[in-house]
C-alpha cells in the first residue's frame, strides 16, 4: 500500500520533470505528453524487454497513464510555479529514484538473475526514463556528465544486497535502500558533488 | 488483398520519407537504405517489442525488405523530381500513417490490452519510425513540436473503437479509421493546422 | 576456445572505443563506463531483442561485464597512449567486427531466419552498439555517412553463405567469414575507401 503510493510519487515526480523539459523545448501539448510518458515509463520499459517481461508492465495497468497525463496537466497549469520550485521537484524526484531502483532490483531477483546485474536494472529503471527523455530533446544524457545520480542508485544496491546478506527483515531493507539513494542524491545536489571527470592531455 | 496494398502503399511511402531525409543529410547509400530501413519497420518493430511479438514481423517476411529497396533504387534515381512532389509525397505518407495506425490498433486488440492502449500502440506503430529516423538524424523528432501528426492517430482510434462500440461491419471501421487519419491529417498540413504550444512566462 | 578469446577481443576494443569516445566528450567515470558497456553489448542487445532472446545475454553472463569494466580501467589510466595508437586500435576493432558479425550471423540461423535477415542480423550485432555510442553522445551515426564499415560485415555474410552453399567446413567458413571483415575493413582505412554518396541538384 505505502509501497503503490510511493511508486505513485515517483511516477508522478518523473512525469513532472519530462513536462517541463518538454515545455523548456518549445514542445506542442502531444510533444509534451509524449515525453512526460516517456521519462515516467522508459526506465521500467527497457528493463522489462532486457528481462523479456511482455508485454511491458504500463500496457496493462492503465492506472499509470491517468497518473502521468494528471500530472501534464498540473505541470502546465502551474508550471510558472513549479518552475520556482525547484527544490520540491528534485524532492519527488530523489524519492522516484530510490523507489524505481527498488522495483528494478526486485524485478532482477524475480528472474534470478546475479545480484551486480540486479543493481545494474535497478539503475536503468530509475535512470533511463530520463536518458531516453534527453535523447528525445537532443541532448547528451545528463547523467552521463552532470552529477551523482546513477551512482546514488549504486549506492543503494549495495545496501540492498548488504541487508539481505545480513538478513535483515523486508521492510528494514527496502526503507535502508530508499533512504540511501533519496540522502545520496540529496547530499550530492546541496554539495554540488560529481563525479570526477578523466582529463585528456595537460587540461 | 486491398489491406495488404494498402500495407505496400504505407511501406513505400515512409520509405522514400526516410531516404529523403538520409540524401539532404549527406549521407552514403548504406546510411540512406538503413534510415530508410528504420523509418518504415521502426515504428513495427517497437509495437512487437513492447508488447512481446517475437522475432519482431520484418524478420520473418521478407518481402517488405524488397519493397523498401525498391523504394530507396527509386528515390535515388527520381530524387529531384520527388522533391519537387511534396504533395504527393504527404498523400502516400498520410496512407501509411492510416494503414499502420490500423495495424498497430489490431494488434494490441489480439493481446487483449485496453482500447486506449490499442490506440497508443496504433500511434506508436505509426509514428515511431518516424521518431527513429529524427534521432539517427540527430534533431529533436518532428511529431514532438511541428504538426498535427499523431493527433491525426488517435482520432482514427477514437473513430476506430466508436465503430466497434456501435458494431458497425469490420469494413466500415477500417475504412472509416483509415479515412478519418487520411483527412485529418491532409486538412492539418493545407491549413497549417499545429497543437498549442505551451508558452512559459509572459511570451 | 578460440572463438570465446576472439569474443573478448572484440569487447575489449569496442569497450576501449566507447570509453575513448566518452573521455572525448568529457563525461564523467560513470558515463564513461556507461557508454563502455553500451558499445560493447548495444548491438548483441538489440540483436537479442530483435529475435527475442530473452534474458538479453550479457544478463546472464557476468565474465563480459569484468572484461568491460577492465577495459574501462586500463582505457583510463592508458588514454594518452592509446590515443597515440588508432591503428592498433583499429585492428581491435576490425576483429570485434568480423566476431560479432558471425555471432549475430549465427543467432539467426538457430531461429531458423533466412540467410539474407542473418546478414543483416549480423551487421546489427558489429555495428549498432557504435549506433548506440554514437546517439548516447549525440551524434549522427560515423557509419551512416563515414566510412565502409557495415559494408565490410555484410561482405563477411555473403563469404559465409557462400561457403554453407559450397558445404565447406565449418571452421573455413567461420575464419574466412571474420579475415574478409578484417581485411575489408583495414583496406577501406588504408585506401580511405568510402561509399557513394547520394547527390542532391547541381553539386
Same mark, same amino acid.
Given at each position: 500500500?505505502?509501497?503503490?503510493?510511493?511508486?505513485?510519487?515517483?511516477?508522478?515526480? +518523473?512525469?513532472?520533470?519530462?513536462?517541463?523539459?518538454? *515545455? !523548456?523545448?518549445?514542445?506542442? *501539448?502531444?510533444?509534451?505528453?509524449?515525453?512526460?510518458?516517456?521519462?515516467?515509463?522508459?526506465? &521500467?520499459?527497457? $528493463?522489462?524487454?532486457?528481462? =523479456?517481461?511482455?508485454?511491458?508492465?504500463?500496457?496493462?495497468?492503465?492506472?499509470? +497513464?491517468?497518473?502521468?497525463?494528471?500530472?501534464?496537466?498540473?505541470?502546465?497549469?502551474? $508550471? %510558472?510555479?513549479?518552475? %520556482?520550485?525547484?527544490?520540491?521537484?528534485?524532492? +519527488?524526484?530523489?524519492? &522516484?529514484? &530510490?523507489?524505481?531502483?527498488?522495483?528494478?532490483?526486485? %524485478? =532482477?531477483?524475480?528472474?534470478?538473475?546475479?545480484?551486480?546485474? @540486479?543493481?545494474?536494472? &535497478?539503475?536503468?529503471?530509475?535512470? +533511463?526514463?530520463?536518458? *531516453?527523455?534527453?535523447?528525445? @530533446?537532443?541532448?547528451?544524457?545528463?547523467?552521463?556528465? %552532470?552529477?551523482?545520480?546513477?551512482?546514488? @542508485?549504486?549506492?543503494?544496491?549495495?545496501?540492498?544486497?548488504? =541487508? !539481505?546478506?545480513?538478513?535483515?527483515?523486508?521492510?528494514?531493507?527496502?526503507?535502508?535502500?530508499?533512504?540511501?539513494? *533519496?540522502?545520496?542524491?540529496?547530499?550530492?545536489?546541496?554539495?554540488?558533488?560529481?563525479?570526477?571527470?578523466?582529463?585528456?592531455?595537460?587540461?
Amino acid at each position: 500500500m505505502l509501497f503503490s503510493i510511493l511508486d505513485n510519487i515517483g511516477t508522478i515526480a +518523473f512525469a513532472i520533470s519530462g513536462a517541463l523539459t518538454a *515545455i !523548456e523545448k518549445r514542445m506542442d *501539448i502531444f510533444g509534451v505528453l509524449m515525453i512526460a510518458i516517456v521519462t515516467a515509463f522508459g526506465g &521500467g520499459t527497457l $528493463r522489462d524487454i532486457l528481462i =523479456g517481461n511482455f508485454p511491458v508492465t504500463w500496457l496493462t495497468d492503465l492506472s499509470n +497513464f491517468y497518473v502521468v497525463t494528471g500530472s501534464v496537466v498540473i505541470t502546465i497549469l502551474f $508550471r %510558472k510555479v513549479l518552475l %520556482k520550485l525547484p527544490l520540491s521537484l528534485l524532492f +519527488f524526484d530523489a524519492i &522516484g529514484l &530510490g523507489i524505481f531502483t527498488l522495483i528494478g532490483i526486485q %524485478k =532482477g531477483l524475480l528472474v534470478n538473475l546475479h545480484p551486480l546485474v @540486479c543493481v545494474l536494472l &535497478g539503475t536503468v529503471t530509475a535512470c +533511463f526514463g530520463g536518458v *531516453i527523455r534527453d535523447i528525445l @530533446c537532443n541532448e547528451v544524457p545528463a547523467i552521463f556528465h %552532470k552529477e551523482v545520480y546513477a551512482t546514488a @542508485c549504486m549506492a543503494g544496491g549495495v545496501v540492498f544486497f548488504a =541487508g !539481505e546478506y545480513f538478513a535483515f527483515s523486508r521492510d528494514v531493507i527496502f526503507i535502508s535502500t530508499i533512504v540511501t539513494i *533519496i540522502v545520496i542524491r540529496l547530499l550530492a545536489v546541496r554539495y554540488s558533488w560529481s563525479l570526477p571527470h578523466v582529463k585528456v592531455w595537460g587540461e
